[in-house]
């Protein structure tokens, strides 16, 4: 049973920085690839960053490159996404998601992950 749970959000100035976690309560997390996703009021969910089991590979989105970090710590249970330099627009709903070990992983794809948190929001002022 995987189990998603999101904290860290806030409200921020632009320019500041935030660290989000998530904890997976369940067993297996370390076999898990993780991921954020984004979701502003009226928009799609969108990819953020994305990390594979082991963290030898990480992966991010054009508009979040230079300014975010994916981390994970397996013996925690936990992944991280260190966010500087926000700005207005990076204001959303952020998730985390799992996605169990499967061939053709696709970083960037929502529909590539199984497991999903309720999300913390994230709110840049200017």
């Known amino acids: 049973q995987v189990q998603l749970v999101e904290s860290g959000g806030g409200l921020v100035q632009a320019g500041g920085s935030l660290r989000l976690s998530c904890v997976d309560n369940g067993r297996t997390f370390s076999s898990y690839a993780m991921a954020w996703f984004r979701q502003a009021p009226g928009k799609e969910r969108e990819f953020v960053a994305a990390?594979?089991?082991?963290?030898?590979?990480?992966y991010y989105a054009d508009s979040v490159t230079g300014r975010f970090t994916i981390s994970r710590d397996n013996a925690k249970n936990t992944v991280y996404l260190q966010m500087n330099s926000l700005k207005p627009e990076d204001t959303a709903v952020y998730h985390c998601?799992?996605?169990?070990?499967?061939?053709?992983?696709?970083?960037?794809?929502?529909?590539?992950?199984?497991?999903w948190g309720q999300g913390t929001q994230v709110t840049v002022s200017s």
């Open positions: 998601a799992a996605r169990t070990n499967k061939p053709y992983y696709t970083p960037r794809s929502l529909y590539d992950y199984d497991y």
């Open positions: 990390i594979t089991w082991s963290g030898g590979f990480t």
